[in-house]
Each structure stands twice: as structure tokens, then as C-alpha cells.
């Protein structure tokens, strides 16, 4: 007698839970299709080791390219956070070793589609030599994202953000990140120091900046080696130029980010010996920042 019974409840438990495993087999796969169309991140914490092909090169002044990699899918996002670079890697004609250098991306960090480098080449330098000769087509290895100091929106009312020559990557990385944040209301002044007027680089981005954020964006560059008819400031980031044009940390709370060659670097933030300009002016060292 129990027996016809059990199989009847096998067979409803069977229903019911066919039922059931459809519901959530239909549920996952919403969510799966849900998913497919949220744009992917091609870099995580961990390692990415993903090859990109290059789109563009354009050659923006004697020594400087942009290149343009386009993701694996036309809505993928780097998924890098603010003041991240990543690791590219090639392996050099005739070398034993493969080389591994970081570049900072200058493309919007919520982009699809796309990575933008801008990179300087350095005469024998081994990847920006091998950057610079990378034609359209051509793949890249990525191996992982570097992730630097982590940005909070509206942390400071202002920020400081000191570029020399290539270093000018990042700054404009994290200023272009929080103006373009419609959450982030922090004030960004840029101080950019090159050797030459062609050394200026994001001039367009910067000027859009300066016009469509005219209360909270400013950039003073300045030229140690300027043309004769130059309208920029002549000579280098000094202590004397800051003060003139930089919120300093005496007129409320701020942070500064500095990013250049090592002479300047170490003039601005100073060693375990020697103060540098910057906590000369009142800055503390936790509320300054390098790359
Ligand atoms: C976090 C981070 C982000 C970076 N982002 C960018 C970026 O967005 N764009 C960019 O162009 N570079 C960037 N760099 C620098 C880049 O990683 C390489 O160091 C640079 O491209 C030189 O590599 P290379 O293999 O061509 O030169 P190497 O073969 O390493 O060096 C060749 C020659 O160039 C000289 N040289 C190398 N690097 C420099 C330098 N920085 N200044 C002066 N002389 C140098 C060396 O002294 C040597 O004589 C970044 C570096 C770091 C640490």
C-alpha cells in the first residue's frame, strides 16, 4: 500500500522540484543575460595577462606617441580605479629577458572599448622603443593592473596635482577621474613643468577642462627652455611659483600629488635629510603623494 504512494511523491517531488530548478535555471539565466550586457573589467586584483591589439598611433610631438588598444569587447571597461597603471610586457628581438614597464592610461577610466597610453620614448629605452614601433594590428601583453594611492572623492575641498615632462600621465589620470565624477566636487589645480613648449602634452583635454570647470579647474604650465614668443611662465616648479599659485595648506585642508623626473621629485618632497619645497610651504608628509 505504501508503495504506489511513494512513487506518486516522487514523482510530485520530482514536479515540484523540476519546477523549482526551472524557475532558478530561468532566474540564473536572466541573470546571466542581465550580466552579459554590464560591461566586463579587463584588469581585477590579480594577474590579467591579456594580449591587446592596437588600434591607433599617433605621433603627438618628437618624442611622444598615443596608442590607442581596443579591449576584447567594444563594452569592456579597464576596470582600473584612480591613479592605477598596468604592467605591459614584451619580449624584445635578440634579448634573453622579457621586459616588463608600466604605463598610466590617460583614456576615462569607465571608457568602453578602448586604453589610451601616452608614452615618451627614451633613446635605447627597450619598451618604449618597441611601444613606438608597434604598428595598428599589432598585440600587446598587459599582465596587471597597478593600483596606486586610493582617491576618495571630496576627501580634501582642493588638490595640488604637480606634473614634470612624461609624469603628467597620472596627474591628469586623477584630475580627468574627478572632474569627471558628477559625485566628486574637489578643486584640482595642475602645475605643469616641461623643457620645451612642444613638451606640453593634453593641451585639448586640459583646455576643455578650463572650460567647462572654470570654478574648480586651473592649470599653470611652466617652460624651463621656452620659445622666444611664448605667453607660458618661463623656468621651473619653484617654491616661489607655488606660492603664488597653488592653495596652500595654511588656507585649509589639502593634498598634493607630484609626479616627474627624480631631480624634481626629490626638490619638491625633499629625502630623510633634507625638508623639500613642499613641507618648506606647510605641507605635512602624509598630505603629500608620489607615483
Ligand atoms: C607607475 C609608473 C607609471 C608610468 N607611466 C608612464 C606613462 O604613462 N608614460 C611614459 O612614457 N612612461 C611611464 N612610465 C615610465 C615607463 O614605465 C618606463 O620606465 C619608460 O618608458 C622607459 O622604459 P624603457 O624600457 O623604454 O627604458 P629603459 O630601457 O628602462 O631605459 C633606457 C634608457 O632610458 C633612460 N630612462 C628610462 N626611463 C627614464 C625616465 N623615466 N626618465 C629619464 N630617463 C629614463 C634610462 O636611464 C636609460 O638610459 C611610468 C613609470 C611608472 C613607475
Not at 526551472?22 to 590579480?46: E, H
Not at 599653470?220 to 599659485?245: A, C, F, I, N
Request: hydrophobic residues 35%; charged residues 20%; proline residues 8%.
Amino acid at each position: 500500500m505504501a508503495l504506489p504512494v511513494r512513487p506518486r511523491t516522487i514523482v510530485a517531488g520530482l514536479a515540484a522540484g523540476s519546477i523549482g530548478a526551472g524557475l532558478l535555471v530561468s532566474r540564473m539565466s536572466r541573470g546571466v543575460d542581465a550580466d552579459a550586457n554590464a560591461p566586463k573589467p579587463v584588469f581585477g586584483r590579480g594577474p590579467a595577462f591579456v594580449s591587446l591589439p592596437l588600434e591607433s598611433s599617433e605621433q603627438v610631438n618628437h618624442d611622444t606617441k598615443r596608442l590607442r588598444f581596443s579591449l576584447p569587447n567594444s563594452t569592456d571597461v579597464s576596470g582600473l580605479t584612480l591613479t592605477s597603471a598596468v604592467l605591459t610586457m614584451s619580449w624584445p628581438q635578440g634579448r634573453w629577458f622579457p621586459v616588463a614597464r608600466p604605463y598610466t592610461p590617460i583614456s576615462e577610466i569607465n571608457e568602453n572599448g578602448a586604453l589610451e597610453l601616452l608614452v615618451k620614448k627614451y633613446p635605447d629605452g627597450k619598451q618604449s622603443t618597441h611601444l613606438h614601433s608597434m604598428k595598428p594590428g599589432d598585440k600587446l601583453l598587459f599582465a596587471a593592473a597597478i593600483r596606486g594611492h586610493q582617491w576618495v572623492p571630496n576627501s580634501v575641498p582642493n588638490v595640488t596635482l604637480i606634473a614634470g615632462g612624461a609624469g603628467i600621465t597620472p596627474i591628469f589620470q586623477l584630475a580627468q577621474g574627478i572632474l569627471q565624477n558628477p559625485e566628486d566636487k574637489t578643486s584640482v589645480t595642475i602645475v605643469y613643468g616641461v623643457n620645451t613648449n612642444d613638451d606640453c602634452h593634453l593641451t585639448k583635454e586640459m583646455q576643455r577642462f578650463e572650460n567647462e570647470f572654470k570654478d574648480r579647474f586651473k592649470i599653470v604650465y611652466t617652460v624651463s627652455q621656452p620659445d622666444e614668443k611664448t605667453t607660458l611662465r618661463k623656468g621651473r616648479v619653484t617654491k616661489e611659483l607655488l606660492e603664488e599659485v597653488v592653495p596652500l595648506p595654511k588656507d585649509g585642508e589639502t593634498k598634493v600629488f607630484v609626479c616627474g623626473p627624480p631631480a624634481m621629485e626629490s626638490s619638491l618632497v625633499g629625502s630623510r635629510k633634507e625638508k623639500g619645497i613642499l613641507e618648506q610651504l606647510g605641507y605635512r608628509k602624509d598630505q603629500i603623494h608620489t607615483f
